[in-house]
């Protein structure tokens, strides 16, 4: 395959990701793909888990937590222990209020903040976790240097996230990103080499851009059949318009392999 060129970085700052998950856009993510805001869902967060050996042991921290279904979901079902990190008042209110519902307070915590500046002290968790978000963060290095701080030696990073998988034209990188407001998307090489120069020895890396792009189709069909109606109804048609059209972009884009996403498996020296 050749080289992959980089999109620019744009100028998206946190609060306008805040912005996006305080309105109606969280909420729509949240019909499209269910409490667990990620491509594929639990069958997804089950993947994960059992590539990061989570077990009734285990502390995890996941960063950008939003709603706290996947951290619900492992608690659940391993017993695990989970800490959520997320910027957005809404995204963590909500996900203490569905944990106190579902009794899950003595396994499940959240704190509000900017996973840039991570309010935990050093070698506080066995697995940093992360699903399908990360893309919002303005600085992955910093990112992935701060989940170094927090894990313990020998502990275990596990997360997905969109990504880069093909060339294409400034303007139509721009398009893309500005529709989801990601300052930029990693490439899967890219999340590597970032993970190598942070000091994690990387395990796995997946492309699994193909399950991407059908699940991008699957979303846009839900969007149009079982969505339409209701959408209009609570938030206007310019909302469904904009997102139907943006879907339509990105379903463009994954099926002509620019995008796509993928998980990593690493393991802190
Ligand atoms: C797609 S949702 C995450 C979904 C979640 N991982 C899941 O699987 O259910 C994106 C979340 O990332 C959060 N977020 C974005 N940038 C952040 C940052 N720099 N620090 C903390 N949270 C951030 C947003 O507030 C939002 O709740």
Redesign the pocket.
């Known amino acids: 395959m050749s080289e992959i060129t980089k999109g620019k970085k744009l100028d998206f700052k946190?609060k306008d990701?805040?912005e996006?998950?305080e309105g109606p856009v969280?909420v729509l993510?949240e019909m499209l793909?269910g409490?667990?805001?990620?491509v594929g869902g639990p069958v997804e967060?089950d993947i994960l888990a059992e590539k990061a050996n989570i077990t009734n042991q285990t502390h995890v921290l996941?960063?950008?937590?939003?709603?706290?279904?996947?951290a619900r979901h492992l608690a659940k079902k391993f017993g695990c222990r989970v800490t959520g990190?997320?910027?957005?008042k809404k995204?963590?209110d909500e996900a203490i209020k569905r944990t106190e519902q579902e009794n899950l307070t003595q396994l499940v915590s959240y704190e509000l903040?900017?996973?840039?500046k991570m309010p935990f002290e050093q070698g506080a968790f066995d697995v940093v976790w992360?699903?399908?978000?990360?893309c919002?963060?303005?600085d992955k290095k910093k990112?992935l240097s701060e989940a170094a701080r927090v894990i313990k030696p020998g502990g275990t990073i596990a997360f997905t996230d969109w990504i880069q998988v093909g060339n294409m034209s400034q303007e139509e990188w721009e398009a893309l990103n500005k529709f989801m407001v990601f300052p930029y998307m990693e490439t899967l090489d890219g999340y590597e080499k970032l993970l190598e120069e942070t000091g994690f020895e990387v395990i796995e890396k997946e492309d699994l851009s193909d399950d991407f792009a059908r699940h991008c189709h699957f979303y846009q069909d839900r969007l149009r059949n079982e969505l339409k109606n209701v959408i209009i109804e609570q938030y206007g048609s310019e909302l469904f318009e904009a997102a139907d059209s943006g879907l339509d972009m990105w379903i463009a884009a994954a099926d002509q392999k620019k995008v796509g996403r993928g998980r990593w498996i690493a393991r802190k020296k």
Request: a negative charge.
């Open positions: 946190l990701v805040q996006v998950y969280g993510w793909m409490e667990q805001i990620h967060t996941d960063i950008c937590s939003a709603l706290g279904g996947p990190l997320d910027a957005t995204m963590f903040g900017d996973s840039l992360g699903q399908d978000a990360w919002y963060v303005i990112l």
